[in-house]
């Protein structure tokens, strides 16, 4: 089946800098890939879609300059979080998928923690 | 409103013992997929099943189904002989626009099955 990798499985930071957290998709090629952010106990909440060699969209409330998208490859895109603060901490996930009905495929997530 | 909505915040089930986690929905696309995936305290998303909003039958996969009740607006997912791995946070999931290329997955705010031996 697909596989999504994301990487970091967590990090932590100091407030202030910026992080970068990697999705790649292994066996296939995904033009689209969705970022999802979740708080303890709650449900996804969309950040932005990327699409490979476009900018990406962002959901309303979300910071384009805070949180930064490339999609470079049909394989890869990065969200960078700059200047991260304690309230950025946050369960980060990516997804992808062939597109139109095929299920998402989700890397395994990234634990933020910002002190 | 909410697209998708799971009015179970907890469910608890013994093992062995067959569960119904509950989901309906709300969409004026004549296309469009639901998804049910499982979170266990890991974090990672598992992809468990789809139904299309085309299709005639229910999906099924193991011991998943999906009663899908098109009318009703309905998409549950049945359990059968749960399992203590089986103890995850479940989330109710739809895709809009099927034709459009892409779209992305609007979750359910998720239940949490507890399988107690």
């Known amino acids: 089946g697909a596989v999504v990798s994301q990487h970091p499985s967590w990090v932590i930071c100091k407030s202030g800098t910026s992080v970068k957290i990697e999705c790649r998709s292994l066996d296939f090629q995904a033009t689209t890939m969705f970022w999802y952010r979740q708080f303890p106990k709650q449900s996804l909440m969309l950040m932005a879609t990327s699409n490979e060699g476009s900018k990406a969209t962002y959901e309303q409330g979300v910071e384009k300059d805070k949180f930064l998208i490339n999609h470079a490859s049909l394989t890869l895109s990065t969200l960078t979080v700059t200047s991260a603060h304690p309230e950025d901490s946050s369960f980060y996930i990516c997804?992808?998928?062939?597109?139109?009905?095929?299920?998402?495929?989700f890397g395994n997530g990234t634990r933020l923690t910002v002190t | 409103a909410q697209k998708i909505t799971q009015t179970q915040p907890g469910m608890f089930v013994q093992e062995k013992e067959a569960v119904t986690l509950d989901c309906t929905y709300d969409t004026s696309d004549p296309s469009y997929g639901l998804f049910w995936y499982k979170q266990p305290s890991s974090g990672e998303m598992i992809f468990l099943i789809y139904q299309g909003s085309y299709d005639q039958q229910n999906a099924t996969e193991g011991r998943y189904s999906l009663n899908f009740q098109k009318a009703r607006k309905s998409a549950n997912l049945f359990i059968s002989a749960s399992q203590l791995g089986d103890s995850a946070m479940y989330f109710c999931a739809m895709r809009e626009a099927l034709n459009s290329g892409y779209s992305t997955l609007t979750f359910g705010k998720g239940t949490m099955l507890l399988v107690s031996p």
């Open positions: 997804s992808a998928s062939y597109g139109g009905g095929s299920p998402l495929h």
